[in-house]
């Protein structure tokens, strides 16, 4: 699936299952909620804090799901095209990090 699909998708189900979007302040809200939900996951999985019982059947990667389909619903609701905007962000970083990270002493 292309992310062009991904939101086209999104916005059919939002428009037949889902009923409407929701706000675009609402949406970024829950954004927060779903990256706190991935934090969660990544501090109990890769950090030093336990799994709580209520935790042990949360997988990160459907929580990134997760994340990725309310950025997709604010893209949709904001008219931006995400294709255009990750192609856009890669020349950005080419020609403003070209030798950036290789010059980064603390990555070596």
Known sequence: MTIKEAQEQVDQWINTTGVRYFS??????ILTEEVGEVARIIAR????QSFKESD???ELADEL???FWVVLCLANQT???L?????KNFDKK???DATRHKDNEKLR
Do not use: F, P, S
């Open 24 to 29: 675009e302040l609402t949406n970024m809200a």
């Open 45 to 48: 999985q890769y950090g030093d």
């Open 56 to 58: 042990k059947h949360k």
């Open 65 to 67: 799901a997760d994340v």
């Open 79 to 81: 008219g931006i095209d």
């Open 83 to 87: 294709t255009a905007a990750l192609e």
């Open 94 to 96: 080419n020609i403003r």
